[in-house]
């Protein structure tokens, strides 16, 4: 399979939906984009093995990674978009983490932020041995 080409890369991010940021990208109605993106630390859990459990860092100060912004010719303020994701890639592992404040457990089941690298393969994210779910 030839290597495909990826119209916004891993280092054209920001943080913020802002109109008055200069498009990185301006495409045609119709056109289809290829946008890699980070997850929700920006990559900066990539270094543990699958399967580790640690203490779960605060993001970064910023908030969650964007990739874009894409501009659409034509298109202007008011008017509706209509984006279809034709396939999503993704890594060979992920992370999955719990919060103290931010959970659907019951107070104390999840007593400091602690996150998970877990493997993903054969279309399955493994957290471990015991628990995998289809991707």
Known sequence: MPPRQVDLTLDQIGYAY?????????????????????????GLLDD??????????????????????????????????????????????????GHVHVNPLAPGRVPRPIGRRVAIRD???HFSDRFVLPL
Do not use: C, M, Y
Not at 48 to 62: D, V, Y
Not at 83 to 88: F, Y
Not at 90 to 95: D, I, S, T
């Open 48 to 97: 543990r093995t699958p399967g580790t459990l640690f203490e779960l860092p605060k993001p970064p100060a910023q908030g969650n990674p964007i990739t874009g912004p894409i501009a659409i010719r034509g298109a202007r303020p008011g008017d509706s978009l209509a984006v279809t994701i034709l396939g999503i890639d993704v890594e060979p592992a992920g992370w999955a983490g």
């Open 123 to 125: 279309g399955q994210v």
């Open 18 to 42: 802002d109109p008055a940021l200069p498009p990185l990208l301006t495409v045609d109605p119709g056109a289809t984009v290829v946008v890699e993106t980070h997850d929700a630390r920006a």
